[in-house]
Every structure is written in C-alpha cells, then in structure tokens.
C-alpha cells in the first residue's frame, strides 16, 4: 500500500478553512483516498473517501488533482471540537484486501 | 455501517500476565483487524483475523504474542501474553463495511492497557 506523508501538526482559529494536504506517490489504480479523524480515547472515524476530482460531504470536501499524488481536506469553518487528529490513507476496496495502513496524521488544534 | 463493541475498555495489569481483549460486531464479516495504538502515537496494524483460519499478522508481531481466534463472523479476540510495561497500549479492532467494495472502516472504542 501506498505511504502517506502529511504535517504533523496544524493551528487554525475557530471559523476559519482549514486545508490539510497528504501526498502518497505511489498510489495504486484501484486504491482509494480516505480520510479518518480521531479524539482522544477514541477509535478512528471515517470523514470522506474519494478517488479522482472533488468530494464533498456535510462534513468535509476531498480535493484530488488527476494524477492522484496528492489529496487535500479541507474543513469549511472550523470549530473547537473539530480539534483532533487527522488521518490520510490510502487503501483498497473491501474485495480486494480492506487492511489500512495508518501514517502518522496531522494533530490539528482550534483556538477561540 | 457497523457497530463494534470491545471488552474490557480498559485495564491495569501485572507484567507477566496475560489478557484477553473481546470486539463483537453487530454484523457478519469476514476480516476483522487488530491495531495498536502506543501514547502519542499512530495506529499499527498487528493482525487481520479471518474466520475459519489463523490470522495473518504484520511484520514484529507474532501468534505467540498476539493469540488471535475468530470462531464466527461476529466475534474475535485478541491475548497479550506475558505483558512487560512496553505493551502499554490502546488495542482497536475494527472492520470494514460488509457491502461490497466497501472500503469505510469502522472501529471500537479501543481497549486501554496499562502494565505495571
């Protein structure tokens, strides 16, 4: 599976867009991008999944240039509580393996 | 979606001993993994439990160590066997969606392990 590479940590302020950018290089044809959150004394949770161009949700949009190296999250005006750990994977469908391969995440901190 | 329950969701044990930790799904899967998540760090993934053979497990994890069973598509259990302070530790299991090509993954709330 492909490595991830992202920052390790990020600030932002309470309504503000916040951008975190993973690249992975070698990602495979029929892998996918998805990305997970996680507090504190809690197991990852699943925020959005894509594979090509743009994916957005209620929670975030996934931006994915076509030669797939790299993908960005973004979190429209963001809040205290969306402090946590960020996670980028890549991974293969359910038929195919579903084993995830988690890189070190981005700790991202809100401030009032 | 899925939702997993893990048992005990946290525990203090005494170097040496062994303890067995419990993940029930609320559906049938096939492939239930097992992730260990030390302070401040990353998940690593320890080993994938498939029903009906022995597990597969990562690179510097063992079956000796890590004793895995899954005698249904509902259930596993992972065993840390003669724990020392390193294995100090939150255990995640978790599963991926059961419809087909399903890649989300869903986790329990993870089993918090201290040996002292």
């Known amino acids: 599976l492909a490595k991830t590479t992202q920052p390790i940590s990020m600030d932002s302020y309470e309504g503000q867009e916040v951008n975190i950018t993973c690249s992975h290089n070698?990602?495979?044809?029929?892998?996918?991008i998805t990305w997970y959150q996680q507090f504190p004394s809690q197991g990852p949770r699943f925020i959005i999944q894509g594979y090509k161009t743009k994916v957005t949700n209620e929670v975030a949009s996934l931006f994915i240039p076509a030669d797939r190296k790299s993908s960005t999250l973004s979190l429209p005006r963001v809040s205290l509580s969306d402090t946590a750990v960020y996670y980028c994977l890549v991974s293969r469908v359910y038929n195919q393996g579903g084993k995830l391969i988690f890189g070190q995440g981005t700790e991202l901190s809100v401030k009032p | 979606s899925a939702v997993i329950s893990q048992k005990p969701s946290r525990d203090i044990c005494q170097r040496g001993t062994s303890l067995t930790i419990q993940c029930q799904v609320d559906s049938q899967v096939t492939m239930m993994f097992w992730y260990r998540q030390q302070p401040g760090q990353s998940l690593t993934l320890i080993a994938t439990?498939?029903?009906?053979?022995?597990?597969?497990?990562e690179s510097g994890f063992v079956i000796d160590k890590f004793p895995i069973s899954r005698p249904n598509l509902t259930f596993s259990t992972l065993t840390v066997s003669n724990m020392s302070p390193e294995d100090s530790s939150i255990y995640l299991c978790?599963?991926?969606?059961?419809?087909?090509?399903?890649?989300?993954?869903?986790f329990g709330q993870g089993t918090r392990l201290t040996v002292v």
């Open positions: 070698n990602i495979a044809t029929n892998d996918y």
């Open positions: 439990a498939n029903q009906g053979s022995e597990a597969t497990y």
């Open positions: 978790s599963v991926v969606g059961t419809l087909p090509g399903d890649t989300e993954a869903f």
